[in-house]
């Protein structure tokens, strides 16, 4: 009788005002939602946890949603119920997401069917959540701004997180020579199995002069950059003529000095995969999916945790020793 009558609610992490990892809260009576004409229900098995997403919660950033909310965009599950104007998708389908209406983090969520996919058999559901941000951002990041090219060279500069090994995947699987940067030993291993052709410890002090040697004084012609506010002004040493730094990642300022890119006349450009238009998406959409195809796209999962940890999963984010693979919540 007490399951008749919570049959409607489910448990859910909600946000009643910004601020640290403590304005997480999870309730268990939140109602569970209804998906309108072009959108679909997921019965939520994992959903990703992404750096974007403590920046949203401490309200330190430019898209701020309406309180109270449920945070989270990458889930994986199955279709608990599809909109009348759905024709894509069924009850029982297997899929991922790269965008939720009504957060991720609970266990159903509402996405518009446009924002989910097909979750091939070949992964599970912890692989699935560790798909949306991370591999689209890569993709978007990698070939859409920065037009790398099969034969160029790429350093991924913290590589053994979601995003960074993404990169490392797509860029391999593109025929680019691919480096990477981790924060340990460990790091450095799972990034050679994951794409990149040569490792290097971010945390030694030489690092900077091995990458050069590595690459001959010639550069690399693309980084990817996940901690700018440390990194920057290093990778504009680090560049070809003609190389472009794309800044995925940032947590404060930095100073550089413009000369260094003057005398490569190399670029540094913002990456936002909030601001790809619906064509890029697409675009993003079939590359991810072709990837899954042909067996290259494998996520790699790291930190699982229970709804119940939500806010240990937030302060592991921001303050581990060094990412293995994406975090997620089951």
Not at 304 to 326: N, T, W
């Amino acid at each position: 009788i007490a399951m008749a009558g919570t049959r409607n609610a489910m448990r859910a992490v909600r946000v009643f005002e910004f601020g640290g990892p403590e304005v997480l809260k999870l309730q268990s009576n939140v109602s569970i939602p209804v998906p309108n004409e072009n959108q679909v229900l997921i019965k939520v098995h994992a959903c990703g946890v992404n750096p974007v997403e403590t920046y949203i919660r401490s309200g330190n950033y430019a898209r701020k949603p309406a309180l109270p909310y449920t945070p989270g965009s990458d889930v994986a599950g199955v279709i608990e119920g599809v909109g009348e104007q759905v024709t894509a998708f069924k009850k029982g389908d297997r899929v991922f997401s790269i965008g939720t209406v009504s957060g991720g983090y609970a266990e159903y969520a509402l996405a518009a069917a446009n924002r989910v996919f097909p979750l091939s058999d070949k992964l599970d559901f912890r692989q699935g959540a560790a798909i949306g941000i991370p591999y689209f951002t890569a993709y978007r990041a990698l070939i859409q701004k920065g037009r790398a090219k099969a034969e160029e060279s790429v350093l991924v500069h913290g590589a053994s997180g979601g995003v960074g090994i993404a990169t490392c995947q797509i860029a391999r699987a593109s025929g680019l020579k691919v480096l990477g940067t981790a924060g340990t030993v460990e790091g450095m291993n799972v990034v050679l199995r994951n794409g990149a052709h040569q490792a290097f410890n971010h945390r030694e002090a030489n690092y900077v002069d091995k990458i050069k040697e590595y690459t001959g004084m010639e550069g690399v012609d693309v980084v990817i950059e996940m901690l700018s506010n440390i990194n920057l002004a290093t990778d504009l040493q680090l560049l070809s003529y003609g190389g472009r730094v794309m800044v995925v990642g940032c947590r404060g300022s930095i100073e550089i000095n413009p000369r260094d890119t003057m005398s490569k006349e190399s670029t540094i450009t913002g990456v936002s995969l909030f601001l790809a238009t619906e064509e890029e998406m697409q675009d993003c959409a079939r590359a991810v999916l072709d990837g899954i195809e042909a067996g290259w796209l494998k996520p790699l999962v790291g930190s699982e945790y229970p709804l119940e940890k939500v806010v240990q999963a937030h302060e592991d984010i921001m303050h581990s020793s060094g990412a293995r693979g994406k975090m997620v919540l089951l």
